[in-house]
């Protein structure tokens, strides 16, 4: 797998490299959980366990900053424009961003959505998108951690400023300080992973994000999973909840 993903990163008309034949059925899979409990570093885990591209909306919008916007689709260009304004991204525009890179749900080694949909009316959008692209979801994975566990874990969060892989400086810190080991570019800490900011973002989850646990549970998709723990142990946790080689729920 191409783990810069084109296709999702730049959208329309970049292409991923062919991926091998897998030896499973493509696993499509939805993250939540509030900030901090460790969706990021949980997907890059299953992401090389399953072969499925992980497909983050935050990534897609940080990339996207960095381009010029001749380069810029329009529901990207859209969406910057609500960020600059320090603006929630509106459901459509943030659909529309995805429909731009639905070729990316045919994955053939599956998905792991992470960053959308974060309402319900985002959700509502995307269950009707897969069954117009003839597609189900395997699994929705809820990650659970007390609030003052996510405090202590974005504060001590750094971000390589280049390849954007994220380190803890407690839990998984970088081999050589404030350096990535994947790319040896700075880490830095992002400004919402500042502690007057964490708040304010699980005070935004609660109101938005947070209903999506009954959306899910309701539609048979929902796996609570605990996110106590080192990022392997909960790993393992995730992989033995996680219903692999079962019949899924239809969409």
């Not at 609030?147 to 750094?158: F, K, P, S």
């Not at 989850?205 to 999973?225: C, M």
Request: proline share 8%; with cysteine.
């Amino acid at each position: 797998m191409n783990p810069d993903r084109p296709a999702w990163m730049e959208g329309p008309p970049a292409r991923c490299e062919a991926l091998p034949q897998m030896q499973h059925s493509a696993k499509r899979l939805v993250l939540l959980g509030a900030p901090g409990v460790g969706k990021g570093t949980q997907a890059a885990l299953l992401r090389e366990r399953l072969g499925a591209c992980h497909l983050s909306t935050g990534d897609v919008f940080r990339s996207a900053g960095s381009r010029p916007e001749s380069a810029q689709t329009p529901a990207i260009r859209e969406a910057l424009a609500y960020i600059r304004r320090g603006e929630l991204v509106p459901d459509a525009t943030v659909l529309e961003m995805v429909c731009e890179r639905k070729v990316c749900l045919h994955c053939r080694g599956g998905f792991i959505l992470d960053g959308f949909p974060r309402t319900v009316g985002q959700a509502e959008s995307l269950k009707k998108l897969m069954h117009d692209e003839g597609l189900s979801l395997t699994a929705v994975i809820n990650y659970d951690l007390p609030a003052h566990e996510i405090v202590q874990r974005l504060a001590g969060r750094r971000t390589c400023s280049q390849c954007k892989a994220v380190y803890n400086l407690t839990e998984r810190p970088p081999k050589v300080a404030d350096r990535c080991d994947l790319c040896h570019a700075p880490l830095f800490q992002r400004d919402d992973d500042r502690p007057q900011a964490i708040r304010v973002r699980l005070d935004t989850y609660e109101r938005s994000t947070a209903p999506l646990i009954d959306f899910y549970r309701e539609l048979g998709f929902l796996v609570p999973v605990p996110a106590v723990g080192s990022p392997e142990e909960i790993y393992a946790r995730t992989l033995a909840l996680l219903p692999l080689n079962t019949a899924q729920p239809s969409a």
